[in-house]
């Protein structure tokens, strides 16, 4: 069960280094992203924070949701995924940044997005309470993100140890560390294979059950005399829908700065397409199912949460989500060829990632009071935000792809054993058409 020949089939693909154009890029957004904060909080601190509080959800979802394909495809043996897994839990080093945004927003942003704090509801003040939801949020999301960085780390181990004499001498120690007490290549990939089949499915519950929490206390409960059972799976299931996007267009990117065009085939991507095309399906089911039970009930403390979103100002918006989230991509990615194509992958992709920021926005700002005459509080606050979160988000991508193999080099047991029963030669990345 020697897999030392793995790493000369799949040579390590790690950035040298940061390419310039996207640390100008990533700076630059992050530098604008920061005068437009400043500006916010001077002007508005309680739209700032408004908006701080949807694009924390929306980047936290891509990175959390992406993080769930890499553990999704271990538990269900993906061997299409090879190529990409690693792409995908690469999303893991925005976490800690995800975690420590968070703080703030808690902390001090609490009087200006949570409604029921200056008016509180009779009958919830033992859920509604701040300090509660900080306590019960940070605790969710910290045991979410200590799994997911202990999934990294196991994912990761025996690529470093196979690795690390090899590696360049500025990352020489950050291997040693992360391969100590080294019990050998067989027995660290067979002792790596086991902690990840008790991770993965751990981190499954734990993901629904955390992100359904976040769905409670930062978007249901901003209408507080409103409720719903499904938002909760709603919600995290969008965000799998991201991080399957933001995958796809992350392998996209990543494909000629790192050689991967003889790894990542044409099947590959033909695979990723076909999930965010099942996926989009899928939201659109729990979307409907959700509006059907609410137009069926006729009850008005339910319908109150579906018209602040379909009445002006937010109509549009809320047209647009739908487009972007299941219009355009389902019907952009029928038959087989725009799934395989990057280009046509990339752009529907994209799409949907437009689509859930615009999704995770029409979930915060139409809670509060607005009238048709405001018009659309759409703006630098909002945009702002996206740029600061979306140039962190690639300081972070780019942190995990100058230190670590981009291609997993060892295989699992199983996958072994799945090959051969395949008929496939050991160690060849096997692809579903």
């Not at 800690?96 to 609490?110: E, V, W």
């Not at 629904?208 to 978007?219: G, P, T």
């Not at 095309?277 to 403390?301: K, M, N, R, T």
């Not at 949907?352 to 029409?362: A, F, M, N, P, T």
Request: with cysteine; net charge neutral; charged share 15%.
């Amino acid at each position: 069960m020697a897999h030392e020949p793995a790493a000369m089939e799949v040579p390590v693909r790690r950035l040298e280094e940061a390419p310039d154009r996207a640390r100008l890029l990533a700076s630059t957004l992050v530098g604008i992203g920061v005068v437009a904060l400043v500006a916010a909080f001077l002007t508005s601190p309680t739209r700032a924070w408004r908006a701080y509080l949807f694009n924390w959800l929306y980047w936290t979802s891509l990175a959390q949701g992406a993080v769930m394909v890499a553990a999704v495809a271990s538990i269900t043996r993906g061997l299409w995924s090879r190529p990409v897994r690693r792409i995908a839990l690469s999303f893991v080093a925005f976490l800690p940044i995800s975690y420590l945004a968070l703080l703030p927003l808690l902390l001090f942003g609490g009087e200006h997005v949570f409604p029921w704090i200056e008016a509180p509801v009779a009958g919830k003040e033992a859920w509604l309470n701040l300090p509660f939801l900080v306590a019960r949020n940070l605790v969710a999301l910290g045991f979410m993100y200590f799994l997911s960085l202990r999934f990294a780390y196991w994912a990761l181990r025996p690529d470093l140890g196979l690795t690390r004499d090899q590696a360049p001498p500025q990352l020489r120690g950050l291997y040693q560390r992360f391969t100590a007490n080294w019990r050998g290549q067989d027995a660290e990939e067979a002792r790596s294979f086991r902690k990840l089949a008790r991770l993965a499915p751990a981190m499954a519950l734990v993901y629904a059950a955390s992100f359904s929490l976040l769905a409670w206390d930062l978007v249901m409960s901003l209408e507080p005399h409103w409720w719903s059972t499904l938002i909760g799976p709603y919600f995290f299931m969008a965000a799998f829908l991201g991080g399957l996007a933001a995958l796809a267009v992350a392998t996209i990117l990543y494909r000629r700065p790192l050689g991967l065009d003889g790894i990542v085939q044409p099947s590959t991507f033909h695979d990723v397409g076909k999930l965010t095309f099942g996926f989009c399906a899928f939201w659109a089911y729990l979307l409907w199912s959700q509006y059907l039970v609410i137009w069926y009930g006729l009850l008005p403390h339910e319908q109150e949460f579906v018209i602040h979103r379909l009445e002006l100002p937010f109509a549009p918006v809320a047209v647009a989500v739908f487009l972007c989230m299941f219009v355009i991509p389902f019907f952009g990615l029928l038959g087989v060829q725009p799934k395989k194509r990057p280009a046509l992958l990339g752009t529907f992709a994209s799409v949907v990632l437009v689509g859930l920021w615009l999704e995770r926005y029409v979930l915060v700002y139409p809670s509060y009071t607005f009238s048709r005459n405001e018009g659309l509080p759409f703006g630098l606050p909002e945009v702002g935000m996206a740029l600061l979160f979306g140039g962190l988000f690639i300081f972070a991508l780019l942190f995990f792809a100058v230190r670590f193999p981009m291609i997993q080099l060892w295989q699992p047991p199983s996958e072994l054993e799945l090959l051969a029963g395949a008929a496939e030669p050991p160690g060849e990345v096997v692809t579903a058409e």
